[in-house]
T-cell receptor
Framework: AQTVTQSQPEMSVQEAETVTLSCTYD???????LFWYKQPPSRQMILVIR??????QNATENRFSVNFQKAAKSFSLKISDSQLGDTAMYFC?????????????FGEGTQLTVNP | GAGVSQSPSNKVTEKGKDVELRCDPI?????LYWYRQSLGQGLEFLIY????????KSGLPSDRFSAERTGGSVSTLTIQRTQQEDSAVYLC?????????????FGSGTRLTVV
């Protein structure tokens, strides 16, 4: 079974600075997808960024980028120029469609607080 | 609809009562998922529907939990004889189709409180 680990329960950053959230996962599969989701107090999970394991290039979405290290099974999220609206719980998630359909396995989450 | 709609937004029920939670996915999305999020924790998979295939019920925690999806669209999660440990946020999500690594679109969830 796949597992996803987020070792930082809480983090804080000053507005306009850069912060990196860590995520590691465990799988024996070669083809899979990785995601970061954001959950603000409204509870709705919002997709932040997606990475295909067969692509070596790290995904980027505006101020959000990932550092995907396949051999190390690491998938960290970097948020640049942090904004107050980035305050939320962030979840790392793994999808292995070959053995479990399209089920997402989530980490425990990291609560990020952006301070003014 | 434009997004995944869940109702009710909040539900308080007495221990031992049955509850039904509803999810209306995005039109055309063939895959539908239910997850449970207990306080301060990550998301726990409950059940997954894909088109007309038999659902994957492997995440349901007990036989008090059941779900159905009618006409390939709306889904209802039913919890019978609720217990206090059932208190959580129940999230529904839908996806265009299985495969391709498409992320889910989530609803805002139903916060269930069993008193």
């Amino acid at each position: 079974a796949q597992t996803v680990t987020q070792s930082q329960p809480e983090m804080s950053v000053q507005e306009a600075e850069t912060v990196t959230l860590s995520c590691t996962y465990d799988t024996s599969e070669n083809n899979y997808y990785l995601f970061w989701y954001k959950q603000p107090p409204s509870r709705q999970m919002i997709l932040v960024i997606r990475q295909e394991a067969y692509k070596q290039q790290n995904a980027t979405e505006n101020r959000f980028s990932v550092n995907f290290q396949k051999a190390a099974k690491s998938f960290s999220l970097k948020i640049s120029d942090s904004q107050l609206g980035d305050t939320a719980m962030y979840f790392c998630a793994f999808m292995d469609q070959e053995t479990s359909g399209s089920r997402l396995t989530f980490g425990e989450g990291t609560q990020l607080t952006v301070n003014p | 609809g434009a997004g995944v709609s869940q109702s009710p937004s909040n539900k308080v029920t007495e221990k031992g009562k049955d509850v039904e939670l509803r999810c209306d996915p995005i039109s055309g999305h063939t895959a539908l998922y239910w997850y449970r999020q207990s306080l301060g924790q990550g998301l726990e998979f409950l059940i997954y529907f894909q088109g007309n295939s038999a659902p994957d019920k492997s995440g349901l925690p007990s036989d008090r939990f059941s779900a159905e999806r009618t006409g390939g669209s709306v889904s209802t999660l039913t919890i019978q004889r609720t217990q206090q440990e059932d208190s959580a946020v129940y999230l529904c999500a839908s996806s265009q189709r299985q495969g391709g690594g498409y992320g889910y679109t989530f609803g805002s969830g139903t916060r269930l409180t069993v008193v």
